[in-house]
Each structure stands twice: as C-alpha cells, then as structure tokens.
C-alpha cells in the first residue's frame, strides 16, 4: 500500500498543520507529505527541514506549480480558504481545506464549481468526522441504543484576546461562530441525517475587536431539536449530549480527543440521576488528523469518501450563513 502513497503538498506554516496535521499525516500508509510553501522561503525550509520534508517553496504558486503534488491540505487563515483552494483545484490538485472552508454558502459553491470544472475531489476537513468516538456514536444513534433522537446539546469554548490571533480578525473570518461553533453544527446535522428548517441565533460581540465571542444557537429539526453554545472568551471547555427516547449519550471529549490515550463515551438509560447506571465505552487512542487524511487519500485512489463533502461544507455554511442572519433580524431564519 505504502508504494501507492498519495503525495500532498501543504500551503503555509500554520500552527495546526506544523503541530497536528503533518505529524500525523507523516504516520499514514497512504498520505506522503513532500513539500510545503510559504510566502517566507526561510520559514518554509525551516518546517521541511523540522518536519522531514523534501521540498520548500518561497510562495504557494510554486508549489501549486510541482507536478508530483496531487493533493494540497489548505490551513490558511479563514479568508484565504476558498481562493487558495480554488487555485488549487484549478491546479489540478486535489483539495483538503481546513474549517471553515469559505466564508459563506455562496462562497463555498464557487469552490464547488472549481472542483467540478476541474474534476478534483475537495473536502473540509473536520477532522472529528474520521474519529472513532464519533463513528461509534453515530452507530449508536443509528441502531437504536437511545430510541428516537430528539435533541442534541453542545458547548466548545476557548479564551483567547489577543488581537493579533487571526481568530480575532472579523475581516479574515474570525469569531466564535466560524471557528468552533461549526462543529456542533455539522454534529448535529449529521446524527440527525438531515438540514435544519429553521434555526435562532444570540450573538455577543466583542467591544473592541468586533468579533462574535459568545454564541448561542438553535436549530429546528424535522425529527427534533439542537441547541449550542460557543465561545472565544470563556474558560476552555466542551461536550456532547445526544438524547433520545430512551437514553442518552455523553462525549467526554468531542472535539480535541487526545492522540494519546483512550476516549470515552456515556450511554445512559436514565434509571437514576447520578448517572451510576451510564455504560462507559473506552475506545483505543486514535489519530483524529492522521484518520482524515487517510479517508482523503483513500477518496484519491478511488477507495471509499472523504468523511466531510464540498457539499456538506456548503450546507454547513448555509447554517452558519443563517445563524448570522437570525442574530441581525431577531426571528427564525431559514438556511
């Protein structure tokens, strides 16, 4: 397998790509990361030569322009998502962008149209859609172990002030909703196997650097209900909860699951309050960024789908389009 390896090359030196992505990837059987670029050819030799890879590039347009590249993961800021990975895909190259992958629905079709014209694979690369934690729960949900799903509950939240976080900038895209309240979102709508109708929006700016940092957002599904919380200045926390007819089901970890040590999930049949009666599950430490790019490279060689479309992106975004709109209007919008 390994002599069939998917060669990817990587656009810019981002945090998550030199710490997380790479690494892992590094680990795969079909993922081989060869080169990487940056707009400063010192940084970029410096992460080749930190991270054992054999080509550096001093701007994305040259590696963009290596023939040998056949897939380009995209970490760059928000704003830098959908014209980077269109030139990409124009390119010829395959495409893995980080979340969010545009800034809007309208913005992610037009990525969408790049990859069709060009016949290229591009997918958002919500890593927890390859986790096993997750596949289990949705197997969960999926058989019954809870009876009917009828509501989901979540809350991711960080601190971070400092203006010059590219988190902070609303003109790159920054803000809580973007960054990580995407994630319930996209949990949601795939436990429930389905968009929602309508969704409500409460949304707290930032006084100075005008970001949205405390969200709280409704969604209004046929079969039931999910609610969120998200935050980008509120201690660090997050968790799931699915519930159903007859159960429910608790993700310790549901977004940054440790690499290194097992994770747990909490199936509940509500016989006491304590939750003495809950099931624990432990699955084997897994790889969440190492998973997805061999889910992506699969998806090259014509083995299986990425775990997260284009097409679930933009409806992804159309929720996140709505949200933004129910918080300026007051009322239920329709994504």
């Given at each position: 397998m390994t002599t069939n390896r998917v060669k990817w090359g990587v656009l810019g030196v981002a945090d998550i790509a030199v710490r997380l992505v790479i690494p892992a990837m590094r680990r795969g059987q079909l993922s081989h990361v060869m080169a990487i670029a940056s707009r400063d050819l010192e940084k970029a030799r410096a992460a080749a030569a930190s991270l054992g890879i054999e080509r550096a590039y001093g701007s994305y347009d040259e590696l963009l322009a290596d023939p040998d590249v056949e897939a380009v993961y995209n970490p760059l800021p928000n704003h830098l998502h959908v014209p980077w990975s269109i030139r990409a895909a124009d390119a010829g190259k395959h495409v893995l962008c980080e979340k969010p992958i545009a800034l809007s629905a309208a913005e992610a079709r037009e990525l969408q149209a790049a990859a069709t014209r060009n016949g290229v694979i591009v997918a958002e690369a919500f890593m927890v859609r390859a986790h096993p934690q997750w596949l289990r729960v949705y197997d969960l949900v999926q058989t019954g172990r809870i009876g009917d799903l009828r509501l989901i509950v979540g809350h991711f939240s960080y601190y971070r002030r400092d203006p010059n976080d590219i988190r902070n900038r609303v003109d790159w895209g920054g803000g809580a909703l973007m960054d990580i309240g995407c994630y319930p979102i996209t949990i949601a709508r795939w436990m429930f196997g389905a968009e929602p109708a309508e969704v409500l929006a409460q949304i707290e700016h930032d006084p100075d650097m005008q970001i949205d940092r405390l969200v709280s957002g409704l969604m209004r599904f046929d079969r039931g209900q999910a609610?969120?919380?998200?935050?980008?200045?509120?201690?660090?926390?997050?968790?799931?909860?699915?519930?159903?007819?007859?159960?429910?089901?608790?993700?310790?970890?549901?977004?940054?699951?440790?690499?290194?040590?097992p994770t747990r999930i909490f199936v509940d049949d509500g016989r006491n309050l304590t939750g003495d009666s809950a099931e624990t599950i432990e699955l084997p430490a897994a790889d969440q960024y190492l998973l997805q790019g061999e889910r992506f490279s699969e998806a090259v060689r014509g083995i299986g789908t990425v775990p997260s479309s284009i097409e679930n992106a933009i409806n992804n975004m159309a929720v996140i389009d709505a949200l933004f709109r129910s918080a300026q209007s007051e009322h239920w919008e329709r994504p």
């Amino acid at each position: 397998m390994t002599t069939n390896r998917v060669k990817w090359g990587v656009l810019g030196v981002a945090d998550i790509a030199v710490r997380l992505v790479i690494p892992a990837m590094r680990r795969g059987q079909l993922s081989h990361v060869m080169a990487i670029a940056s707009r400063d050819l010192e940084k970029a030799r410096a992460a080749a030569a930190s991270l054992g890879i054999e080509r550096a590039y001093g701007s994305y347009d040259e590696l963009l322009a290596d023939p040998d590249v056949e897939a380009v993961y995209n970490p760059l800021p928000n704003h830098l998502h959908v014209p980077w990975s269109i030139r990409a895909a124009d390119a010829g190259k395959h495409v893995l962008c980080e979340k969010p992958i545009a800034l809007s629905a309208a913005e992610a079709r037009e990525l969408q149209a790049a990859a069709t014209r060009n016949g290229v694979i591009v997918a958002e690369a919500f890593m927890v859609r390859a986790h096993p934690q997750w596949l289990r729960v949705y197997d969960l949900v999926q058989t019954g172990r809870i009876g009917d799903l009828r509501l989901i509950v979540g809350h991711f939240s960080y601190y971070r002030r400092d203006p010059n976080d590219i988190r902070n900038r609303v003109d790159w895209g920054g803000g809580a909703l973007m960054d990580i309240g995407c994630y319930p979102i996209t949990i949601a709508r795939w436990m429930f196997g389905a968009e929602p109708a309508e969704v409500l929006a409460q949304i707290e700016h930032d006084p100075d650097m005008q970001i949205d940092r405390l969200v709280s957002g409704l969604m209004r599904f046929d079969r039931g209900q999910a609610s969120f919380t998200c935050a980008g200045q509120l201690v660090p926390y997050q968790r799931m909860h699915i519930f159903g007819t007859h159960g429910r089901i608790e993700v310790q970890i549901p977004f940054n699951a440790p690499n290194d040590r097992p994770t747990r999930i909490f199936v509940d049949d509500g016989r006491n309050l304590t939750g003495d009666s809950a099931e624990t599950i432990e699955l084997p430490a897994a790889d969440q960024y190492l998973l997805q790019g061999e889910r992506f490279s699969e998806a090259v060689r014509g083995i299986g789908t990425v775990p997260s479309s284009i097409e679930n992106a933009i409806n992804n975004m159309a929720v996140i389009d709505a949200l933004f709109r129910s918080a300026q209007s007051e009322h239920w919008e329709r994504p």
